[in-house]
T-cell receptor
Framework: KQEVTQIPAALSVPEGENLVLNCSFT??????LQWFRQDPGKGLTSLLL?????REQTSGRLNASLDKSSGRSTLYIAASQPGDSATYLC?????????FGTGTRLQVFP | EADIYQTPRYLVIGTGKKITLECSQT?????MYWYQQDPGMELHLIHY???????EKGDLSSESTVSRIRTEHFPLTLESARPSHTSQYLC?????????FGPGTRLLVL
C-alpha cells in the first residue's frame, strides 16, 4: 500500500530564505506526483505536477524534483515571502487516485 | 482554471440529522472526487465518479453516499449525522492530469 510522508511537519523561517520541503513515498510505481498549497480553511491549489518520466518542474520561485528510484520529491522555494505561508501537500497518483501526505505547515515571518 | 463550488461552506448540525453537501463544477470534467480531511491530517479519498451514473467508494470507508445524475453535480449525503462525521469535506474534479479542488465544507456534528 502506497504511503506518503512529508518532512518537516512544520517550518518557520524569516523572509528571504531559500527552503526545501521533502516528500517520500514507498512505492516507486507512480504515474505522477503533484505539489499543492492549502491555505487555512480553504481548498487546495495545484502548484506543480511532475510526470513519472520527468525529473523536475519549475514555476516562478518554485522548483520540484522527482527521484522515483529513491521514492523522493523535493519542493524548493526560493526567496521566501510571507505570502508563501500555507500548508504544502504532496500527492502521488496511484491509478486514478491521489494519495496525500500530511503536509508541511510553513510560516514565513517578515 | 476549474470553477468548483461547494455549499454550505460551514455547517453545524445535531446528531441524527440528514445532510447533503453540494458540489458543482462548470468545466464539464467527467471525473469528480470527494475527500475527507481531519484537522492536521492527510486527505483521504471517500468517493469518486468517472461520469454520469458512475460512483465508486474510495480508500477510506465512509457512511456517506454520493450520486452523479448530472455531469455538473456530485452531492454527498449523510443519512444520519454523528459526531464522528465532524471533518472537512473537499470536492475535486480532474481535468487532464491535474486535480482542481473546491473550497471545502467544514462540518461539525454536535
Amino acid at each position: 500500500k502506497q504511503e506518503v510522508t512529508q518532512i518537516p511537519a512544520a517550518l518557520s523561517v524569516p523572509e528571504g530564505e531559500n527552503l526545501v520541503l521533502n516528500c517520500s513515498f514507498t512505492d516507486s510505481a507512480i504515474y505522477n506526483l503533484q505539489w499543492f498549497r492549502q491555505d487555512p480553511g480553504k481548498g487546495l491549489t495545484s502548484l506543480l505536477l511532475i510526470q513519472s518520466s520527468q525529473r523536475e518542474q519549475t514555476s516562478g520561485r518554485l522548483n520540484a524534483s522527482l527521484d522515483k528510484s529513491s521514492g523522493r520529491s523535493t519542493l524548493y522555494i526560493a526567496a521566501s515571502q510571507p505570502g508563501d505561508s500555507a500548508t504544502y501537500l504532496c500527492a502521488v497518483e496511484d491509478g486514478d487516485k491521489l494519495i496525500f501526505g500530511t503536509g508541511t505547515r510553513l510560516q514565513v515571518f517578515p | 482554471e476549474a470553477d468548483i463550488y461547494q455549499t454550505p461552506r460551514y455547517l453545524v448540525i445535531g446528531t441524527g440529522k440528514k445532510i447533503t453537501l453540494e458540489c458543482s463544477q462548470t468545466m464539464g470534467h467527467d471525473k469528480m472526487y470527494w475527500y475527507q480531511q481531519d484537522p492536521g491530517m492527510e486527505l483521504h479519498l471517500i468517493h469518486y465518479s468517472y461520469g454520469v451514473n458512475s460512483t465508486e467508494k474510495g480508500d477510506l470507508s465512509s457512511e456517506s453516499t454520493v450520486s452523479r445524475i448530472r455531469t455538473e453535480h456530485f452531492p454527498l449525503t449523510l443519512e444520519s449525522a454523528r459526531p464522528s462525521h465532524t471533518s472537512q469535506y473537499l470536492c475535486a474534479t480532474r481535468g487532464g492530469e491535474t486535480q482542481y479542488f473546491g473550497p471545502g465544507t467544514r462540518l461539525l456534528v454536535l
